[in-house]
Each structure stands twice: as structure tokens, then as C-alpha cells.
């Protein structure tokens, strides 16, 4: 079935795309529509002690300026944190108060304090310069391996030692027996680097106020529309639900920045009821910088514990992880669910423990960003598997294939239970493509010309198919994480699936469109998908967590098996056979074994009509579903990368980069390959490029590109890509999930093939020249000193 | 952006008359700095004077130099046959600039008057000895870079061109800063009959500068042997997030190496 499940097809959302002709959150124009500029601390920590508008108040197009106290009088909410997590002491986390707009104090570089409404976007920017806002300033700590230390200062009142909360999981003190008995013992200091996500479009609102209706309008750049619509109406008090609609249309990337609901969008509704007018905000690259959540920033110390035959007997693990000023809507979550219940890797592990204390910084927050604690999970066993191989004196593949799962399920000492996988199946796939075998070799034709050859392994493994309602709601989960569908087939045969996932660079309008085509044997072009509309679509939860395959795909798989049987019985009462005989097939209703059959167009025309339905039928042919997952997937894989370093400068060359993926059943390999590139390159820009730096004072120095090193496509290698399938056995389509993979397995492959070339692991990301450089430096006087 | 005034000067005269009368004027040349700064707001000149219609655009060549006009874009310097034949260095640098966005409108005259410490001009201008020919004067170019941002040009001087002598030897090597892509160490070596020049940009806390002691040394033995032996000190280079003194002069001495085996 060339269209079907499996098939390379075009992306049907391109021709819009490539011709600029999609429609983005900045390209919707209303009438009336005025423009909002905030006016932002420049302080990483201070108090706000006056803020004077009467001159931007008389500046020419100016409309209005509001500011915090305003919004808290008008009864606006502050914003929350989604996921509640327990310190091991029992008690609650400290949540500091994060208003939307600051009344009292600021607590990092980028914090809004007003807003600016005018006629014109100029005029709104030159208008927020002249808000004369005075502080008190206050000393600030930025540094995650510092924010914790005694005296240090404090950024909410409400989080004594800016202990957010203190928590752990697995069993310490078997952990801590298993590594004293241990033959050998590999430790290991790391840090994941804060990144910032830069999704090429930036975040933008355009909120409207109808008073006739008492009703909002929302159109905004967000993962997941519904849950912004909740969000507003339960927690900021905007508006309620049936008065607040929220559509997020053509969005340009996300990778998590996008999920949660900002300081922004809540000021642009409000403000377009304190005005009566549209009222637009689109951030510029700088304000991005200063204020999507950022991912990652963790700083771990960890011990893994070998048996005299390399097998492993425990891992135990400590973190602490910066949250920045406050925490945003997942923010709890990814360090603790998402991240050590990942900490088994690939590998059987009798005991794992992980202590994890968050904690607050006068930074930007931090949040979700692709992969969200998986990433850092993987980058620290991964690294350390690279470490004791080497201490043991062992190939690090043979280390790893001992330590790998065989059988499944397989169930973790940190909460999961793996359902499939082939880890040795990953591994041969991988070193077959990566010709490990010839590496040697290549390794002494460096040499010759000067340059340092290493190569590097990544095992990884991840959960998405974010998740079993009950089990995260037991785990502090604020919300569901189940996907809704509608399947709605027209009187003339098309099809319309109403999603509540989010596309925004996924694909969705074709691969939700091949499984249509591929069930019902119609053709693609006869299959819209409509997401993105919270009065259009019934209910969702977006697109994050690698979830709209697993879970999105799954509730529409759901709702067709309804609107299936619906066409068997109205087939089966028109063609006067029994509904088991009804067979579908390549868009025809036919009775197996006759020539008696149906055109696709004449049931969808036959349940509208209505003339000739059976007794008691309803009319139409509409069918929703709610699907549930009943576990996490486990999408699995093996990375090799293959590195060369200039000594002289220390630059890296990445020579080979190899992925052998197993994320189950593929819809499209086209654009999971893409999903793979797009992962990777943001893993190499983690493991070579990017990094957030604030300084001592909180003042971010990578405020533009100038600063901040986006990958381009010459930092990239060309990929070598293969799968290794094992389906999932959970979900109806068997699909594991695609989106986030290459972002978490490719760093530690990386930073293992460097650490391989250059032979000293005191390397820290990004591996930028200068790092390698010094590394390679210091390796050799350390050996001169020897 | 702020809001400017903006004027088309017909000639370098007329420019910095039009400047003359401006409250705050700048001149406006390619634009690949001054506009990205102005709409970030960071840079508000009352008039941009633009020097498009003036007639300074153009590469003429008399024996060994050449006479290259100060609206000549990087792009046509790197795909002129005059100056691939005689200084190809010059042609292979300017190949090198930016993006080929910032190539096809940035120009020569624009980043020799920025004196960008990063920039890539003001390496080759320092090493090949060129005069900064303005409406006024000629300035020779060790006089004309006179610190970070900073050049000898007066209030209303406009460059109309700069000429450059070919020397027998000569290239330039850089190393890009990951984030910018502008030079983190760029060294132009030149070798003449009057001996060696090696300017370095990107590196040094004060703008580009001539290093006596690699001078010194390639004067004598012109290989990339020659600056093994030579010390570059750390001290007066530039510090930051991308590399601190002792890298930048490591990435000196290696770009020097380099520029001298290609040349």
C-alpha cells in the first residue's frame, strides 16, 4: 500500500511550508489590533521600589501601561508548577510565587515588570524604554553547584537554602552495600549544560477581548492548546473554559519551550480587556534568550559498582538541578520521573539509588527541552559505562553487551518496566554500519596527518509515550496524559480526524493521514487533519514527550475501530449479509467472497441520508475516543560516533555518526529519519556548541548568535541511520515513539569519542575548541609531571 | 529601530557635507554592522548618509597595485580577476567574510572605518601596508587602526578607496570564533622586499596589531618552523566565554604557521 503505514510519503503540510505560505501566530492580523512591548529587568535579582510611566504614558501611539500591582489587583493568578513532588522527609515542595508581571521583586534578567500597549510595535519598544522602573539591588546566585552552598543568596523566601525540594529514589542503603562489596568501583563528576531551545519561530500571542460576548480569543505558539486553555481559565483566573479560545495554528519547532504557558500570553489577555483592543506580542531573539525556559543544567556526582566478571552491582547517583527563578509548568517533574526512573539505561542493575535536590537560581527557568531528563539520564550512565570499561581494562562494547537486559518485561528498580527491546540486536546494527572493525585502521591514518581519531558508544534508552494516566497522576502528575481523537467521515466519503496532538514540525497532517489510508484504503489527499483549535478539537493534551505517536495515534486508531464497525453494520444491512462477512478494502465495502459491495462514497452518503440504516441506528458517521496508555514506550538504540581532533587547535571533526534506532512500528521513515537528524544535531549542538552562561551576578552572556553557538550545517556530519524494530506490545499500532531520541542518545556518543581521542575524561560540554584544547593541554602535563 | 533620516550622497564630498549638516549623522556603506545595530536598537543616528550613488565602487590595478574603491563589496573583491592575480590573498580573504549575505552588501570601506577587533580587513590592510586614500588625505595603515572601534578618520572624513602593493608572499588563516564566526585569531602574513608583516586580528584586546616577534622571525626564516620557537605572550589578548589569553595566543601562533605554509 504506497500510502499506507510504512510508506516514504511527501509531507502533505511542505507545499505550505516551502512556499511561504503557512500561517503563524505573527502572520494573524485582527482588526483594532495593537501591539504589546514589555518592559524587562535588566537585574538578575532586585527589589522593585518605584516604576514611573508617566512619560511613556505621553509618548506618541501609546495606549496604555500596565504593570504588576495592577494585574494582581485584577485578580489575575500566579503561575504554577503542574506536577507536585514530595522531599523524602514527607514534605511538600517550596514553591516560590511567580506573578506574571513582577509587583515586588525581580529574580532574573528578563523578568517583566509593565507592559507597554501602543498603535504600533515601534512605538510600544520606544514607549517600555522610557518606563523608568527603580530597584533595590539584591545579591544574586546563578551557579547550580553553588545555589545550594550556605549563605548563599536567597531567591524566594518560601525555599529556605533555595531547597526547592530533596528527593530520592531506589533503595540507598542496599545501593551503598552492593558498591562496598563491589571489585571495582568507577565515579564520576559531570555536568549537563543549560541550553536554550531557539525554535526558529519565536513565541508570539495575539489575544482579543470580544465585550459584547465576555469572551476571549487566544492565538498563541504553544505545543498544546487545550492545556493552555486550562491552565488559564483554572489557575489564572483569565477567563473560564467556555469563554477562552485558544488556537495555536502553524508553529515553527518547539522542542518543549513551547508547552507551557508564559508571563506574555497571560498579560496580552489581560491587556486586551483593560483596552478593548487586539493585542499583539512577538518575542525578538533576544527576549527568547533571556526568557524560554532553558533545558537541562544539572550537576551530578555518581559511583557504579562491578563484579570481578564486569557485571554491574549498583549505581548511585546525586544531583543537583537548577530550576532557575521559578518553576515553570513541568519543570519539577523532569529531573525526578523523568530522568531516575531512567537510570537503569540498557543494563541489569540489582540496585540503583538517586538523591535529586532542585533548586532555585536568579536564572531563566528551566523546563522541558527535547528529551527533558532522559537526556541527562543517558549522558551520565552513558558516560560512565565509557569510564569503567576503561578502568576495567575492557572493549566498551563487550562491557556493555554483558550488562544488557535480555528478557522482557523487565522490570527496573526505579519504577519502569521495559515491555521490548533488542539491545544486542541495536549494538550489531550499529557496529556492522559504523564499521568498528575497520577503526583501528582509520585511527593510525589520523595519526599520520596529525590528528587524534577516537570513537565513541551510546546505549541509550528512554520512556515516552507520555503516559498511564493513573500511574502519573499517583507520582504527583497535575493533569492526564491520554490523547483524544475524533474520526468524522462526510457524506461524500472524506475524512476529517480531529486530534487534540500538535504538530508543529512533526509531520501529523501526514503520517495521522497514512494510518487513516492505510486502514480504510482511501486515498491520502481524502484525510484533513484539524488540530491546533480548542473549539474545534473536543479535548487534548499536546505534543511533548515524544507522545503523539504512541498516544495520539493510538486514541485515532481507537476512534477508526468505531467508525469501522459503524460502516460493517450499515454495509451489512445494505447488502443483506451478516456485519463478520464485511470486509474494507483499498475504499470499497465489500461482502467477502461475493462481488457484493459498497463504494466508499455510498456508506458515508447512506449514514447522512439516513433512508436505509438499521433499526435504530443514529445517523452520521462520527466517532471519538479517549485512549489511556497502559505503560511508558521504551524506544531504544545504539550510537556510535567517530571523531578527529586538530590537536593544535583542539576543534573536533565529527567523521561518522551512526544511529541504529528501535522505535517500533515506523509509519513514515522519511520523517522519522528527519526526527532522527533533527535529534541528533541538537545532541552534537549540546555535546560542541551550545551553552547558557550567566556570570557570577546572574547576567546572561549568551544573550544573541554572537554568543550562543547554534549548529549550522557545516558543524553537522552526514548521518548514517538504521532501524532495528521490535514492536511496542502496549499500544494498538505498536509504535514506541521517534521525536526526542537523537537528542538524548547522541551527546555521551560524542563526548565518548572525544575522551577516547584525546585520553583524559576531564571534559566537560560543550567540548568547545578552547575545552579540548586545554583538556589536551593539561592531559600533558599531568603526564610530564608523572 | 530608532527613527533616522536618510540621505543619498552623490559623491564623498556631498557625503560629508551631508554629515556636516546632520545632528548626529553616520555613514551608511554596506550596512552588514551599522543596520543589525540599529535595530537592536543599540546604535540611533539621526541621519544615515548612504554612499551608494557616490562612485566609490570599483578595482582598478597600476602594475603591482591595486586601487580598490571604498563601496567595492567583499564579493567582488573575492571574484575580481585583478586582484586573484595579483594578491590572491586578499581575493581568498574577503571570500571569507561573513555569510555571502554580508559579502554581497558589506564593503571594504565600511569594515576598514568599523576597525572591528574581529574583522578581517583590517588584518590584511595592516599586513600588506595599505594607505586608506579618504576625501582629505592618505593615511598608511599603521596609523590609521588606532585601537578597538577606533580609527584616525576626523569628524566628516569619508575613505573613498584603499590601495594596496602586492608583496611576494603572502596569506591569511584564521580561526572562527563558534558563535560569531568572526575571526578569534585571523593573521595576514606578508612577505616583501622590505620584509616580513604579520598583523593579527580577532586576538588581540585592542583591536588588530603587528607581532615584532613572529616579524622578526620570518624575516630570517620564512617557514612555519621559524615560529615554533617564537614566544606570544597571553598577556594584552582578548579574554571571553569562547577562549581566554593563553588560547587566543596559541590559535596566533597556529594561524601563523599556517598562513606562512600557504603562502
Given at each position: 500500500m504506497s500510502e499506507g503505514i510504512g510508506a516514504r510519503v511527501k509531507r502533505k503540510e511542505d507545499k505550505r511550508f516551502l512556499t511561504g505560505k503557512g500561517k503563524y501566530t505573527d502572520d494573524v492580523r485582527m482588526e483594532n489590533q495593537a501591539y504589546a512591548a514589555f518592559v524587562r529587568s535588566h537585574h538578575a535579582h532586585a527589589k522593585l521600589t518605584g516604576l514611573d510611566t508617566s512619560v511613556a504614558e505621553r509618548m506618541p501611539g501609546v495606549i496604555a501601561v500596565l504593570d504588576g500591582q495592577e494585574m494582581t489587583a485584577d485578580g489575575i493568578g500566579s503561575i504554577i508548577c503542574g506536577w507536585a513532588i514530595t522531599s523524602k522527609d514527607g514534605s511538600p515542595m517550596n514553591m516560590g510565587t511567580w506573578r506574571p508581571l513582577a509587583d515586588d521583586k525581580v529574580?532574573?534578567?528578563?523578568?517583566?515588570?509593565?507592559?507597554?500597549?501602543?498603535?504600533?510595535?515601534?512605538?510600544?519598544?520606544?514607549?517600555?524604554?522610557k518606563v523608568e522602573a527603580t530597584f533595590e539591588l539584591l545579591p544574586a546566585v546563578a551557579a547550580t553547584d553553588e545555589t545550594l552552598n550556605p549563605g548563599a543568596p536567597q531567591v524566594h523566601e518560601n525555599a529556605?537554602?533555595?531547597?526547592?525540594?530533596?528527593?530520592?529514589?531506589?533503595?540507598?542503603?542496599?545501593?551503598?552495600?552492593?558498591?562496598?562489596?563491589?571489585?571495582?568501583?568507577?565515579?564520576?563528576?559531570?555536568?549537563?549544560?543549560?541550553?536554550?531551545?531557539?525554535?526558529?519561530?519565536?513565541?508570539?500571542?495575539?489575544a482579543t477581548y470580544d465585550e459584547a460576548e465576555d469572551h476571549y480569543t487566544l492565538y498563541t505558539t504553544s505545543q498544546n492548546p487545550h492545556v493552555a486553555r486550562l491552565v488559564l481559565s483554572a489557575f489564572y483566573q483569565v477567563a473560564p473554559e467556555h469563554k477562552l479560545r485558544v488556537i495555536a495554528p502553524d508553529v515553527g519547532g518547539g522542542f518543549g519551550a513551547k508547552i507551557y504557558i508564559y508571563p506574555e500570553e497571560i498579560t496580552c489577555l489581560w491587556a486586551s480587556m483593560k483596552t478593548k483592543r487586539s493585542v499583539k506580542w512577538t518575542s525578538d531573539r533576544?527576549?527568547?534568550?533571556?526568557?524560554?525556559?532553558?533545558?537541562?543544567?544539572?550537576?551530578?556526582?555518581?559511583?557504579?559498582?562491578?563484579?570481578?566478571?564486569?557485571?554491574?552491582?549498583?549505581?548511585?547517583?546525586?544531583?543537583?538541578?537548577?530550576?532557575?527563578?521559578y518553576m515553570s509548568l513541568f519543570s519539577s517533574a523532569v529531573p525526578t520521573y523523568l530522568y531516575a526512573t531512567l537510570l537503569s539505561g540498557q543494563y541489569n542493575m540489582p540496585n540503583i539509588h538517586c538523591n535529586v535536590r532542585a533548586a532555585y537560581t536568579n536564572t531563566a527557568p528551566v523546563d522541558a527541552y527535547r528529551g527533558a531528563g532522559r537526556p541527562e539520564a543517558s549522558y551520565l550512565i552513558e558516560r560512565i559505562m565509557e569510564k569503567a570499561a576503561r578502568e576495567l581494562g575492557m572493549d566498551p562494547a563487550d562491557l556493555?553487551?554483558?550488562?544488557?537486559?535480555?528478557?522482557?518485561?523487565?522490570?527496573?528498580?526505579?519504577?519502569?518496566?521495559?515491555?521490548?527491546?533488542?539491545?544486542?540486536?541495536?549494538?550489531?546494527k550499529a557496529q556492522a554500519a559504523a564499521d568498528v572493525a575497520g577503526f583501528p585502521a582509520r585511527k593510525a591514518e589520523a595519526a599520520s596527518r596529525g590528528k587524534l581519531r577516537g570513537l565513541g558508544y551510546s546505549c541509550y534508552i528512554e520512556a515516552c509515550g507520555l503516559a498511564p494516566s493513573k500511574a502519573v497522576g499517583s507520582l504527583g502528575a497535575g493533569v492526564g496524559l491520554w490523547e483524544s481523537a475524533e474520526v468524522r467521515m462526510n457524506p461524500v466519503g472524506t475524512i476529517e480526524i480531529l486530534?487534540?496532538?500538535?504538530?508543529?514540525?512533526?509531520?501529523?497532517?501526514?503520517?495521522?493521514?497514512?494510518?487513516?489510508?492505510?486502514?480504510?484504503?482511501?486515498?491520502?489527499?481524502?484525510?484533513?487533519?484539524?488540530?491546533?483549535?480548542?473549539?474545534?478539537?473536543?479535548?487534548?493534551?499536546?505534543?511533548?514527550?515524544?507522545?503523539?505517536?504512541a498516544v495520539g495515534m493510538s486514541a485515532i486508531a481507537k476512534a477508526m475501530d468505531k467508525v469501522e464497525a459503524k460502516i460493517k453494520k450499515i454495509a451489512a444491512h445494505q447488502l443483506e449479509a451478516s456485519e463478520d462477512d464485511i470486509v474494507i478494502e483499498g475504499g470499497e465495502v465489500k461482502v467477502a467472497g461475493t462481488d457484493k459491495k459498497m463504494l466508499w462514497h455510498e456508506v458515508g452518503l447512506a449514514a447522512y441520508t439516513a433512508h436505509n440504516l438499521p433499526e435504530g441506528m443514529e445517523p452520521g458517521l462520527k466517532e471519538g475516543a479517549f485512549y489511556d496508555p497502559v505503560n511508558f514506550t521504551f524506544p531504544s538504540g545504539t550510537y556510535i560516533a567517530e571523531v578527529e581532533i586538530d590537536p593544535e587547535t583542539g576543534t573536533v571533526e565529527i567523521c561518522q555518526f551512526t544511529a541504529a534506532d528501535d522505535f517500533g512500528t515506523i509509519i513514515n521513515p522519511m520523517i522519522v529519519e528527519g526526527q532522527v537528524h533533527g535529534g541528533v544535531a541538537q545532541g552534537i549542538g549540546q555535546a560542541l556548541l551550545e551553552e547558557v552562561v550567566y556570570d557570577k551576578q546572574g547576567h546572561l552572556m549568551t544573550g544573541s548568535y554572537m554568543d550562543y553557538?547554534?549548529?549550522?550545517?557545516?558543524?553537522?556530519?552526514?548521518?548514517?541511520?538504521?532501524?532495528?524494530?521490535?514492536?511496542?506490545?502496549?499500544?494498538?499500532?505498536?509504535?514506541?515513539?521517534?521525536g526526542e531520541a537523537g537528542a538524548i542518545g547522541s551527546p555521551p556518543a560524542i563526548i565518548n569519542a572525544i575522551t577516547d581521542a584525546i585520553g583524559t575524561e576531564d571534559i566537560s560540554m560543550p567540548a568547545t575548541p578552547q575545552r579540548v584544547w586545554a583538556a589536551l593541554r593539561k592531559g600533558a602535563s599531568d603526564m610530564a609531571a608523572e | 529601530m530608532h527613527q533616522t533620516t536618510y540621505h543619498k550622497a552623490s559623491s564623498a564630498e556631498d557625503a560629508a557635507a551631508k554629515l556636516g549638516s546632520a545632528e548626529d549623522g553616520m555613514i551608511l556603506a554596506g550596512g552588514q554592522t551599522l543596520l543589525p545595530t540599529m535595530k537592536q536598537r543599540l546604535a540611533a543616528p539621526s541621519d544615515l548618509v548612504d554612499l551608494s550613488g557616490a562612485g566609490l565602487?570599483?578595482?582598478?590595478?597600476?602594475?603591482?597595485?591595486?586601487?580598490?574603491?571604498?563601496?567595492?563589496?567583499?564579493?567582488?573583491?573575492?571574484?575580481?580577476?585583478?586582484?586573484?592575480?595579483?594578491?590572491?590573498?586578499?581575493?581568498?580573504?574577503?571570500?571569507?567574510?561573513?555569510?555571502?549575505?554580508?559579502?554581497?552588501?558589506?564593503?571594504?570601506?565600511?569594515?576598514?572605518?568599523n576597525n572591528d577587533p574581529a574583522a578581517d580587513y583590517p588584518a590584511a590592510m595592516l599586513g600588506l601596508g595599505a594607505t586608506i586614500v579618504t576625501n582629505s588625505r592618505e593615511i598608511v595603515a599603521e596609523d590609521f587602526f588606532t585601537g578597538m572601534f577606533s580609527t584616525d578618520l576626523e569628524e566628516g572624513e569619508v575613505i573613498t578607496s584603499v590601495k594596496v602593493t602586492a608583496p611576494e608572499r603572502s596569506a591569511y588563516a584564521k580561526f572562527p570564533n563558534p558563535a560569531s564566526r568572526y575571526a578569534m585569531a585571523g593573521v595576514f602574513v606578508a612577505k616583501s622586499a622590505g620584509g616580513v608583516r604579520v598583523a593579527v586580528t580577532g586576538a588581540g584586546d585592542d583591536g588588530v596589531f603587528r607581532h615584532e616577534g613572529l616579524e622578526t622571525a620570518l624575516a630570517s626564516d620564512f617557514s612555519a618552523g621559524a615560529v615554533d620557537a617564537v614566544p606570544v605572550s597571553a598577556d594584552s589578548m582578548l579574554h571571553d566565554i569562547h577562549g581566554d589569553g593563553a588560547y587566543r595566543a596559541q590559535l596566533v601562533k597556529v594561524m601563523a604557521k599556517r598562513a606562512v605554509e600557504a603562502a
Open positions: 529574580r532574573y534578567v528578563g523578568d517583566a515588570v509593565a507592559v507597554v500597549i501602543a498603535e504600533s510595535p515601534g512605538e510600544a519598544r520606544a514607549a517600555a524604554e529556605p537554602g533555595n531547597l526547592i525540594y530533596d528527593w530520592e529514589l531506589g533503595d540507598a542503603g542496599a545501593t551503598d552495600t552492593a558498591l562496598a562489596g563491589s571489585a571495582h568501583v568507577t565515579e564520576i563528576e559531570l555536568t549537563n549544560n543549560r541550553v536554550s531551545p531557539n525554535p526558529m519561530e519565536p513565541r508570539s500571542a495575539v533576544n527576549e527568547a534568550f533571556m526568557t524560554d525556559a532553558h533545558g537541562r543544567d544539572h550537576v551530578t556526582t555518581a559511583k557504579m559498582g562491578f563484579d570481578a566478571s564486569g557485571k554491574i552491582t549498583g549505581f548511585k547517583v546525586d544531583t543537583i538541578a537548577n530550576l532557575g527563578a556493555r553487551r554483558k550488562n544488557f537486559i535480555q528478557s522482557f518485561p523487565h522490570e527496573t528498580p526505579v519504577i519502569m518496566t521495559y515491555d521490548a527491546g533488542d539491545f544486542d540486536g541495536n549494538m550489531d486530534t487534540g496532538s500538535h504538530s508543529h514540525g512533526q509531520g501529523h497532517e501526514t503520517t495521522f493521514a497514512q494510518i487513516v489510508a492505510d486502514r480504510f484504503g482511501v486515498p491520502l489527499d481524502s484525510v484533513k487533519i484539524v488540530h491546533g483549535d480548542t473549539d474545534q478539537v473536543q479535548f487534548g493534551m499536546g505534543t511533548y514527550g515524544s507522545r503523539s505517536g553557538t547554534m549548529p549550522r550545517a557545516d558543524d553537522l556530519p552526514f548521518y548514517t541511520i538504521e532501524h532495528n524494530t521490535t514492536v511496542c506490545p502496549n499500544n494498538p499500532l505498536g509504535i514506541k515513539g521517534c | 565602487s570599483g578595482i582598478s590595478v597600476d602594475g603591482n597595485t591595486l586601487t580598490i574603491g571604498a563601496m567595492t563589496t567583499h564579493a567582488e573583491v573575492a571574484s575580481s580577476a585583478d586582484v586573484q592575480r595579483v594578491i590572491p590573498s586578499l581575493a581568498c580573504l574577503a571570500a571569507g567574510i561573513g555569510d555571502p549575505a554580508v559579502r554581497n552588501r558589506g564593503t571594504i570601506g565600511g569594515s576598514v572605518a
